[in-house]
């Protein structure tokens, strides 16, 4: 693991992370938790989404499992081999678990989930001797930002 701080100032946020931010406020605009997540291979983006779980009225529609979608149909392959994931919030343990089963080969995330996550925080999914995959995992990159969006957002339904 690795936070914000280990690296120099120029490479806090990304330009994936920026893109997975961007997809996080347009998600805060149509009502959704503000989450956005880009899949990125061979240096392009290839998938992008924010949540849409009011919208599509499905549970399971979570940013990681959007861009999986996306970047799997796209490439005609359940397995990612090779790709990065960016998203804004650590995984929840069924955005985990799907990131292995894509053998996602890097996983950056913003903020961390004490009460939802499962990287770093709940099951730790990928330090259990049953995680078939683990992707390497850096996080806190643009955790303020991210932390913040999802603040406000709650802030404002309160």
């Given amino acids: 693991m690795s936070d914000e701080t280990d690296r120099p100032a120029g490479e806090r ?90 053998r996602i080969r890097r996983l950056y995330y913003a903020a961390a989930d004490p009460k939802g996550g499962a990287v770093e925080s709940g099951v730790r999914l990928y330090s259990q001797p049953t995680c078939h995959h683990a992707p390497d995992v850096y996080d806190g990159i643009a955790a303020a930002e991210a932390s913040t969006l999802l603040r406000d957002f709650f802030q404002q339904r309160r």
């Fill in 13 to 102: 946020t990304s330009a994936p992370m920026a893109a997975a931010l961007a997809e996080a406020r347009l998600a805060a605009a149509r009502g959704e938790v503000p989450i956005g997540a880009v899949i990125v291979l061979d240096g392009a983006v290839i998938a992008r989404a924010g949540n849409r779980t009011l919208e599509l009225k499905d549970p399971t529609a979570h940013a990681e499992m959007l861009v999986i979608r996306e970047a799997a149909a796209r490439l005609g392959s359940e397995r990612l081999i090779g790709a990065d994931l960016h998203v804004t919030l650590e995984p929840c343990p069924m955005c985990a678990a799907a990131i292995s089963f894509a």
